[in-house]
């Protein structure tokens, strides 16, 4: 497996202003990378890691002050109830996916290497790429690939799924590729990059997912908590955004003109990686780092 670069690692900790005896939130754990300094540095407290990869046990850190719960970031609060805490110092999340994840070709998640076409987070839920290809109509996948991945031949490649699977089914990523370098536009490298974008949040139902955990933020985090999301792509940025600007994670109408503003944003504008980070760690090209104070 690949060794997991933590990104913007510096700016996550500065953002969280680590309180001694804090309690804080990994909502996204991974291989530990953040969850690692961030023991490092804080003067007792306790650390709740999330992840709901099965995998990440391997990883584990040994120390006392960590708790790392198998599950969905979207369950925060009844987790942290289960765990009889009732609110946290800090939150922070790194919505990429891991390097454990993308290296391990038997999940599917890189075009790079051929795999079952799977691309589930977690291998306790039902659907695989390969079962979404299958069972959806050109419509919905013509909506996935559009909404999802920004496609710009959705169409088309919706409907050259649709003719591929009438004769052979879709398994493997190379069964997928082959549809791909058909319809690739553009640059191919940005084009499966978004088509595999794409699959994966539909099956893994990432953005509704961060819509639950972004709300549900605003009942864990004390006054003065931090809210620390570095995201990847823009449809999950504009939703973090909007949310630390207005509390909300959809448009929604507010017919008395008043909005309601439960943080105060620490970033102003967007933060991305120095040239340095990005050079030396890949993964970090395309992130984006936001940081909010509860009032």
């Avoid at 510096?10 to 909502?27: R, S």
């Avoid at 990429?96 to 998640?109: K, P, T």
């Avoid at 640059?187 to 509704?208: G, T």
């Avoid at 959809?250 to 439960?262: A, F, L």
Wanted: with cysteine.
């Amino acid at each position: 497996m690949e060794a997991h670069t933590p990104v913007l690692l510096e700016e996550c900790m500065e953002g969280l202003a680590l309180k001694a005896g804090g309690i804080y939130v990994d909502a996204t754990y991974g291989s530990g990378g953040h969850t690692r300094e961030l023991l490092r540095r804080l003067q007792g407290g306790r650390v709740i890691a999330f992840d709901q990869d099965e995998d990440t046990g391997r990883y584990k850190i040994a120390d006392d002050r960590l708790t790392l719960v198998h599950q969905n970031f979207r369950y925060l609060r009844r987790m942290l109830r289960y765990l009889n805490v009732v609110v946290v110092d800090g939150v922070l999340a790194d919505l990429g996916v891991s390097s454990m994840q993308l290296s391990d070709a038997q999940r599917g998640f890189s075009y790079r290497w051929n795999g079952p076409l799977d691309l589930r987070m977690s291998r306790q839920t039902p659907l695989t790429a390969a079962a979404l290809l299958a069972q959806s109509t050109e419509e919905q996948l013509h909506a996935v690939f559009s909404r999802y991945g920004e496609v710009r031949n959705a169409r088309t490649l919706a409907r050259a799924i649709v003719r591929r699977r009438q004769h052979r089914p879709i398994q493997s990523v190379a069964d997928f590729m082959e549809i791909l370098r058909r319809c690739v536009r553009g640059n191919p490298h940005r084009y499966y990059a978004q088509a595999f974008q794409a699959l994966r949040i539909a099956v893994n139902d990432e953005l509704e997912a961060l819509k639950e955990f972004l709300l549900q933020t605003l009942e864990v985090l004390r006054s003065g908590g931090r809210l620390v999301v570095i995201s990847y792509h823009s449809l999950e940025d504009r939703i973090v955004k909007r949310f630390m600007h207005t509390g909300e994670v959809d448009i929604v109408s507010d017919k008395s003109g008043k909005e309601q503003r439960p943080f105060r944003l620490i970033t102003r504008r967007v933060v991305v990686p120095s040239a340095g980070e990005r050079a030396n760690n890949p993964r970090a090209r395309s992130a984006r780092l936001r940081i909010a104070e509860k009032r």
